[in-house]
């Protein structure tokens, strides 16, 4: 069911009204959320929401008190992570790392079969590594975070960036829009790039490379056995994996000595949230 309001009460009733509906037609046990922030170590209060009104919100108690039946809730980046893992890409790899690229960047981090969330719950913030000090501005506050080079809005912004830069090489691009740089949208930019346009392609370059780069990072920091990559701008698959793969594979510290992961695309798309999500809530 898709909210339009933000506010955390519709959004909150929004979900109880589907529950209900659902339980109409079938037997419910429990109830599993994947919520977009900060979600305590509980799996019960979400802390911060940046995208919606969350703050210090006690989302399972709400939720529970409408339902009557226990709630789990999970930041939605582990519950897509845990979904790719259990049903999806990850499937019998013990040690991946689902990271999903749209517009920002979230990651969820399987480590031993078991979904690491950290101390407090606030683990696998990937998007919110510095890349650049004193880089591109970024919506938590801070400047040159991961997601600001290599999400599906950088994707966009260099796209517009290069097509005002290299107008007559962009025909293609500029054509599917309505013909200026800044009209440009991510879809766009897959398939102008799809149809060989060189500044689209360009612009895959460079989120490609700084999305490997990022994951070498995480490689030297976690070694997992592979990477799924989600998110919208994974359904441009071939456009993006070689040269991720190739960037990650030249700048990762030990590289010639060390059994390097595998980068796959996931495959359950905007349902990885939802069935990691209803999983996790059989583990409470
Ligand atoms: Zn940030």
């Given at each position: 069911m898709a909210t339009t309001e933000r506010d955390a009460e519709s959004v909150e009733r929004t979900v109880a009204d589907l529950v209900l509906q659902l339980r109409a037609d079938y037997e419910i046990e429990a109830v599993g959320i994947g919520a977009a922030g900060f979600v305590d170590e509980k799996r019960s209060r979400v802390n911060f929401a940046p995208n919606l009104g969350w703050r210090d919100?006690?989302?399972?108690?709400?939720?529970?008190?409408?339902?009557?039946?226990?709630?789990?809730?999970?930041?939605?980046?582990?519950?897509?992570a845990w979904g790719e893992y259990r049903f999806g890409a990850g499937q019998g790899r013990d040690f991946a790392i689902t990271v999903t690229v749209g517009t920002g960047i979230g990651a969820g981090i399987i480590l031993g079969g078991s979904l690491y969330r950290g101390r407090w719950g606030a683990a696998?913030?990937?998007g919110h590594f510095t890349v650049d000090p004193g880089g591109r501005p970024c919506g938590c506050?801070?400047?040159?975070?991961?997601?600001?080079?290599?999400?599906?809005?950088?994707?966009?912004?260099?796209?517009?960036?290069?097509?005002?830069?290299r107008r007559t090489e962009a025909e293609t691009l500029l054509g599917l829009g309505d013909g200026t740089p800044e009209g440009v949208q991510g879809r766009h930019v897959t398939q102008a790039a799809r149809e060989g346009d060189p500044v689209a392609l360009a612009a895959f370059d460079f989120v490609s490379r700084w999305l490997g780069q990022g994951l070498s990072d995480v490689t030297s920091i976690l070694d997992p056995a592979c990477f799924v990559i989600g998110g919208g701008v994974s359904e441009a698959g071939d456009?993006?994996?070689?040269?991720?793969?190739?960037?990650?594979?030249?700048?990762?510290?030990?590289?010639?000595?060390?059994?390097?992961?595998?980068?796959?695309?996931?495959?359950?798309?905007?349902?990885?949230?939802?069935?990691?999500?209803a999983d996790l809530a059989r583990y409470r």
């Open positions: 919100e006690p989302l399972r108690m709400a939720i529970e008190a409408a339902v009557e039946v226990p709630v789990v809730v999970e930041n939605d980046a582990n519950a897509a696998g913030e990937f506050g801070n400047r040159g975070c991961w997601e600001q080079y290599a999400s599906g809005n950088a994707l966009v912004r260099e796209a517009r960036y290069l097509a005002s830069e456009l993006l994996l070689p040269s991720t793969v190739r960037a990650l594979s030249e700048s990762v510290s030990g590289r010639g000595h060390r059994t390097l992961p595998s980068v796959v695309i996931a495959t359950l798309g905007n349902a990885a949230g939802l069935i990691g999500a």
